[in-house]
């Protein structure tokens, strides 16, 4: 059974910055690509950024430059640094890992705001 379990999340200034992780079990973490995304009220759920299980990454536009994704394959954990963070970046973050079959596991999610 794969679990995936977000943290980090909290409130933060406009130009702050938070990094979130996501833990992985259940699974061989190191194969996948993991994928963050974000969903903020009244919008759909968006792609922010994706770490191949090489270590490349490729990132939204709009977070591009602010956020980084890497992976430490021996905790079993995905991290997103968000960095300059603008209130358009509060929403509610997910990881998600997609499997060999096509099936896609996502954590819990975890609140970002972004606030004065």
């Known amino acids: 059974q794969v679990q995936l379990v977000e943290s980090g999340g909290g409130l933060v200034q406009p130009g702050g910055s938070l990094r979130l992780a996501c833990a992985a079990s259940g699974t061989i973490f190191s194969v996948y690509a993991m994928d963050w995304y974000r969903q903020a009220p009244g919008k759909q759920r968006e792609l922010v950024g994706v770490?191949?299980?090489?270590?490349?990454?490729n990132y939204a536009d709009s977070v591009k430059g602010r956020f980084t994704i890497s992976r430490d394959n021996a905790k079993n954990t995905v991290y997103l640094q968000m960095n300059s963070l603008k209130f358009e970046d509060t929403a509610v973050y997910y990881c998600?890992?997609?499997?060999?079959?096509?099936?896609?596991?996502w954590g819990q999610g975890i609140q970002v705001t972004v606030s004065s």
């Open positions: 770490i191949t299980s090489g270590g490349s990454t």
């Open positions: 998600k890992l997609r499997d060999y079959d096509n099936y896609d596991y």
